[in-house]
């Protein structure tokens, strides 16, 4: 399986969360888990993926998540989740 | 799943507080690329470096893009030229400078690293060779780096070859002086050259290394700051314990990157090199470390007590976040490539002697630091003679990078652009050590080589 963190900031307003899932969707990638925020007005959501599944090698999904994502002034990215155990747990 | 904020802080350490790793370093051995005729020995080394290092960038890339993590330098490097090219009957080394160019542009790397001769105790006709040769081939390529390790704690110091390498420096400088001496800048003078170091110039493939070995080198100077301003006015024991945890959390990213890179490519992992590499950015700066410390300006009594901190506390923190740690492992400082070097230089804060003071508590040594263009090559070699005892008597590795900046005075600075930045010519001595460097001979080894 390859689990990844997708991670979503912006300025808040209406429809973020459906963009960034209907997204992943379209390439077939499923969300195992979300948490979001609203931080002095600065939307924030943290989601861990599962991959397995997408119709793009992984270098392009994150190239095209952070493109649409600067299509509404968002900072989309996607990076392998093994990065973040091994920074923060031994 | 992980803490949101343990998340958001991985983010802002890469977009914010510049954190990357800094090279992925193929190292490759071409002893077996060796033969009496010079053509074939450079058609094997340029076969070999661009069958073992084909991949090379593009799985770097990839492993980028994959993790989100700016993976600044991909390079090579290779066995000192002189062990190979001393087996061909060639008087003129520069060819295979030439070759190693031509491998690296194909393989896409920005460096590569190897055009290099180890003469602590002595010298051979290849290693002669090879030092006549670097001035040209320095001129002549733009991606081939050069060292030549002087002296080590087990042989002491070849004073013959330090009189030789402020000639080399010197020449180096005139043969590209239209681009301010930007030969010198891929120049090492070492002692205790270590095999594994991933970071150019001085990078090499040891003679003790397997066939081709994957090292690491990771960063992070931004980090290590943005750390720090949590721990205002706190005692020391704070500010060592939360570099630590900075250092063991950077380390591991770049074993991650390692292991990644050395199973993708099927290369066996070498080390990861614990370095707080700076760049010219404003934010990724060691010196800017050691003033959140409390210092006005880096240089000011009291920046060696709180660099040898800093050298120890990363060392400590990454050495547990890596299953094999080499290379250099240290702080960095290098003058030209770290934002507040540069500007506590230019103040006047930071002096060559303050420097090498601080090299006798962090790895390297006296890292791109111009001086005046008429400065004597003898000048140079004591330089070189003063930094090598160090690294002799502590046994440490020490090395000189130094451009003596054709037509520039003190004052003056030199351009080198992209991460090698801009180098505020500093001040040497005036008064004369041409009868010492021309004593010549070696300096024996200190008692500290008598372990046994």
Do not use: W
Not at chain 2, 52 to 57: D, F, I, S, T
Not at chain 2, 261 to 284: K, N
């Amino acid at each position: 399986m390859t689990r990844a963190i997708v991670t979503v900031l912006g300025k808040d307003r209406v429809g973020i969360m459906s963009f960034a899932c209907t997204l992943l969707a379209q390439h077939n990638i499923n969300i195992l888990d979300i948490s979001q925020t609203i931080l002095q007005d600065y939307f924030t959501m943290v989601m861990l993926v599962d991959a397995t599944g997408c119709d793009l090698p992984f270098a392009e999904l994150a190239t095209l998540l952070e493109n649409q994502g600067k299509t509404r002034d968002l900072a989309i990215h996607i990076q392998r989740e093994d990065l973040f155990n091994a920074m923060h747990r031994i | 799943m992980i803490n949101t904020n343990e998340i958001m802080d991985t983010i802002h350490m890469i977009d914010q507080q510049h954190l990357d790793v800094r090279t992925i370093t193929m190292g490759i051995s071409l002893l077996d690329c060796a033969d009496a005729n010079a053509d074939t020995a450079c058609r094997k080394i340029y076969d070999k470096i661009c069958r073992k290092a084909e991949h090379l960038v593009r799985t770097g890339c990839d492993i980028e893009r994959e993790f989100g993590i700016p993976i600044v330098h991909k390079r090579i490097s290779v066995t000192p030229i002189a062990l190979v090219a001393g087996a061909s009957e060639a008087e003129d080394y520069v060819p295979f400078a030439a070759a190693l160019d031509r491998a690296a542009q194909t393989c896409g790397v920005n460096f590569i690293g190897g055009f290099s001769a180890l003469v602590q105790k002595g010298f051979t006709p290849g290693d002669r060779r090879l030092i006549a040769a670097i001035p040209e081939a320095l001129a002549t390529t733009e991606l081939v780096c050069s060292s030549v390790n002087v002296g080590s704690t087990k042989a002491g110091i070849n004073m013959d070859a330090v009189a030789q390498m402020g000639q080399t420096i010197k020449k180096c400088a005139e043969l590209t002086k239209e681009r301010g001496g930007f030969g010198c800048a891929k120049l090492v003078v070492f002692c205790n050259a270590v095999e594994d170091n991933p970071f150019m110039a001085g990078a090499f493939h040891g003679v003790g290394e397997g066939d081709c070995v994957i090292n690491v080198g990771v960063s992070g100077p931004g980090v290590v700051y943005h750390a720090l301003q949590s721990v205002k006015g706190r005692p020391f024991d704070d500010v060592a314990e939360t570099i630590k945890k900075t250092a063991f959390r950077i380390t591991r990213m770049g074993q991650l990157v390692a292991q990644e890179a050395s199973r993708r490519l099927d290369v066996p992992f070498g080390i990861v090199d614990l370095s707080l590499a700076p760049t010219p950015a404003v934010g990724d700066s060691v010196a800017r470390i050691l003033e959140e410390m409390g210092l006005e300006v880096c240089g000011t009594h009291g920046t060696t007590a709180a660099l040898a901190l800093l050298n120890d506390a990363v060392k400590k923190g990454g050495v547990m976040a890596s299953s094999h740690v080499g290379g250099l492992s240290g702080a960095f400082i290098p003058v030209s490539e770290d934002e507040g070097m540069i500007a506590a230089a230019r103040s006047g804060a930071l002096q060559l002697d303050k420097l090498e003071v601080m090299t006798c508590v962090c790895s390297v040594g006296l890292d791109m630091i111009a001086v005046p263009g008429d400065t004597s090559a003898e000048t140079i070699s004591a330089i070189i003679a003063d930094e090598t005892a160090i690294g002799m008597v502590n046994t440490k590795t020490t090395a000189v990078r130094i451009i003596p900046a054709p037509g520039k005075q003190v004052g003056d600075t030199v351009e080198f652009g992209g991460l090698l930045g801009s180098a505020p010519v500093m001040p040497v001595h005036s008064f004369s050590s041409e009868a010492f460097v021309h004593r010549g001979g070696r300096i024996p080894a200190p008692m500290q080589s008598l372990k046994n």
